[in-house]
């Protein structure tokens, strides 16, 4: 082993919260982000009605919404006011309120007009509340509109529910198609905390380096070479943290896997080498720890949010569009994509990531441009 990796063994050894960032604090949060979307498929989310008719016919059309596998009609309420109480402190997701003149509408052949609230700012959630609202009210409609063919007296059971479903659509996810979420949101949110850990732990790894043996040291000869050859003690590190949730996600979950292993492995060391590079960057524009820390969280913090997994790229605006294109995660997780999702030819990925990430040779030259201004700093 050579002298400089038995150093840099030391210096993790005798650096805590080096340490831990490479080894128990990313398998900490990335157990918790899967214990908390273990379930997989939500269900029985709290919901409230207001019924203000009081019939059979509502109260069919509440237990309709109760038999959803999505709905859990939790409360019932006499009024707006009350329900929207319980709804702003979160005691419920939403609430639907059901008119008095409900049955005088359907007699009549007007439909009534029942309204829901929920929140959209709860993405997820609120997507799947009104798309069970939607199928409840559907399956009211048809039975209401059965019953009166039945009641004209021509027609079978059969050709009622036809009249009164004249069409029928059927969605089918094509790359989920269980409507797994934590499928959906794990295998996005992990890679987003991996690309953190990454750029944390360079700032981390640099920082311990000056402080035991000084700037001037590890930039003495040929800097740019000394730093990269520090780096590389640490890389197998991130290599195996990578490797882990690719096995976790598609041997141990089995989650659905498309494409091919050693493309995604390879865009992966690609991607770690860019955000190693970031970390370079972010402390050497100061050789201050806390504040290259604070940039790095910065710069990283809005990893998922701007990756355009639950959010389309196309209705970002400008500035978000713009960071989105600065991280080097929201490339990696659209490789990602390509290849488990939509199963494309290792080559085709590839083709289209190296172009985007050669853009970050631009950041080696601010690295090394940054190098030199630090030391002529020193020397002066």
């Known amino acids: 082993?050579?002298?400089?990796?038995?150093?840099?063994?030391?210096?993790?050894?005798?650096?805590?919260?080096?340490?831990?960032?490479?080894?128990?604090?990313?398998?900490?949060?990335?157990?918790?982000?899967?214990?908390?979307?273990?379930?997989?498929?939500?269900?029985?989310?709290?919901?409230?009605?207001?019924?203000?008719?009081?019939?059979?016919?509502?109260?069919k059309l509440i237990r309709n919404f109760d038999a959803t596998s999505i709905l859990k009609v939790e409360r019932s309420y006499t009024d707006v006011l009350s329900a929207k109480k319980d709804f702003v402190s979160n005691h419920i997701y939403g609430y639907v309120v059901i008119p008095?003149?409900?049955?005088?509408?359907?007699?009549?052949?007007?439909?009534?007009?029942?309204?829901?609230?929920?929140?959209?700012?709860?993405?997820?959630?609120?997507?799947?509340?009104?798309?069970?609202?939607?199928?409840?009210?559907?399956?009211?409609?048809?039975?209401?509109?059965?019953?009166?063919?039945?009641?004209?007296?021509?027609?079978?059971?059969?050709?009622?529910?036809?009249?009164?479903?004249?069409?029928?659509?059927?969605?089918?996810?094509?790359?989920?198609?269980?409507?797994?979420?934590?499928?959906?949101?794990?295998?996005?949110?992990?890679?987003?905390?991996?690309?953190?850990?990454?750029?944390?732990?360079?700032?981390?790894?640099?920082?311990?380096?000056?402080?035991?043996?000084?700037?001037?040291?590890?930039?003495?000869?040929?800097?740019?070479?000394?730093?990269?050859?520090?780096?590389?003690?640490?890389?197998?590190?991130?290599?195996?943290q990578g490797l882990a949730f690719l096995f976790c996600f598609y041997t141990f979950f089995e989650w659905p896997m498309f494409g091919n292993y050693l493309t995604i492995i390879f865009i992966q060391f690609i991607t770690i080498i860019v955000c190693m590079l970031m970390g370079y960057f972010f402390f050497f524009l100061s050789l201050d720890p806390a504040r290259a820390l604070s940039l790095a969280g910065a710069f990283t913090a809005p990893s998922f949010a701007f990756m355009g997994v639950t959010f389309p790229v196309s209705d970002m605006n400008v500035l978000a569009r713009t960071w989105r294109s600065l991280l080097p995660i929201s490339h990696y997780i659209e490789a990602q994509i390509a290849q488990v999702s939509y199963g494309l030819s290792g080559w085709e990925t590839i083709s289209k990531f190296i172009p985007v990430m050669s853009g970050y040779i631009i950041v080696f030259f601010l690295v090394v441009a940054l190098i030199r201004k630090q030391l002529s700093k020193q020397v002066g």
């Open 1 to 59: 082993m050579k002298k400089q990796e038995i150093s840099q063994w030391a210096i993790l050894r005798n650096d805590k919260w080096l340490l831990s960032s490479l080894t128990w604090i990313p398998i900490l949060l990335a157990v918790s982000i899967w214990w908390i979307f273990s379930q997989g498929i939500a269900k029985d989310l709290p919901i409230g009605v207001v019924d203000l008719q009081h019939s059979s016919l509502s109260r």
């Open 100 to 240: 008095k003149d409900f049955d005088r509408g359907i007699y009549l052949g007007v439909p009534p007009q029942v309204t829901a609230f929920y929140n959209s700012q709860f993405i997820l959630i609120g997507k799947l509340i009104n798309s069970a609202i939607l199928q409840a009210h559907g399956t009211f409609n048809v039975q209401v509109s059965s019953v009166k063919q039945l009641a004209k007296g021509n027609a079978t059971i059969q050709s009622a529910v036809a009249k009164s479903l004249a069409i029928r659509s059927q969605i089918t996810p094509l790359f989920n198609k269980n409507s797994n979420y934590a499928q959906f949101l794990v295998s996005a949110i992990i890679p987003a905390l991996w690309q953190i850990s990454i750029v944390v732990s360079t700032v981390l790894l640099l920082a311990a380096n000056c402080r035991i043996y000084g700037f001037k040291e590890i930039t003495r000869d040929k800097p740019v070479k000394h730093l990269i050859s520090i780096g590389m003690v640490y890389l197998p590190f991130f290599v195996l």
